[in-house]
């Protein structure tokens, strides 16, 4: 008598893990290389009156590191809508990553950051962000870019429960907050990555630019899981 099991289904869905993986690599090259590139070149302060008036509450320096876990789940969760919804959402975000190379290239930018006061954990987490993170690539800012991503992606997706898109759509918008109170970035930085994240998404799900990473994502696909869905036929058929 056979065994009748029930197969879950993986937290990460096959056709899901090439598009994400893409979406860090090429975060990673664009934000290490072009620190590369420009780390010496000349800097511009996009700094307006209303940034000075802004204070630093350390405190917020929770939401700006805490940001990394809305990223991780919310990118899984739209990876999970379907192929087609993930391959043109990571076709927007690898899109907007290239946007950013050319503003970090083109218009370096920085800020002054303030000298923190008081020995409490929160000025002591801030400035270590402050002493791992130097005060460039910030025009557009991509934690704005990314927690605005993470919402647009489930934005009107009914099988995502409502109570949880608008959290994602508060966060996100906290995120930002984050990214003034402590510093980080100016406002500039914030409305250029919410912009950026609105008008990659739409360019990628109006027109049909996702199909030139989509054959690149199915042959990976068929390199690297053709041989490991054959096995498992081979074993089923003998286990029967």
Known sequence: MGKISGKRKPVVPQYAIFPLLSCVILNFIVYT??????????????????????????GFVTVYLGCYLF????????ARQGEEHCIRFATADMLSRLVCAFFYLVLPTTNVRPVLSGGGIWEMLLGMVYG????????P???????????????GRKNVPRAYRVFSCLFALLVC???QFTKQHYIVDVFGGILLAEGMYWLAFHT????????????LNKK??????????KQVG???
């Open 33 to 58: 290389g072009t620190d590369f590139l420009a780390g010496s070149w000349k800097h511009y302060d996009l700094t307006l009156p209303i940034d000075r008036a802004v204070p630093v509450i350390p």
């Open 71 to 78: 990223w991780i789940v919310n990118y899984i969760l739209i």
């Open 132 to 139: 791992m993170d130097d005060p460039t690539r910030l025009f």
């Open 141 to 155: 800012s991509i934690h704005c870019l990314v927690s605005w991503f993470c919402f647009i992606g489930i934005r």
């Open 177 to 179: 907050v984050s990214t």
């Open 208 to 219: 049909q630019l996702y199909r030139y990473p989509k054959r690149v994502f199915d042959m």
């Open 224 to 233: 690297c899981f053709r041989r490991q869905d054959v096995s498992v036929r």
């Open 238 to 240: 003998c286990e029967e």
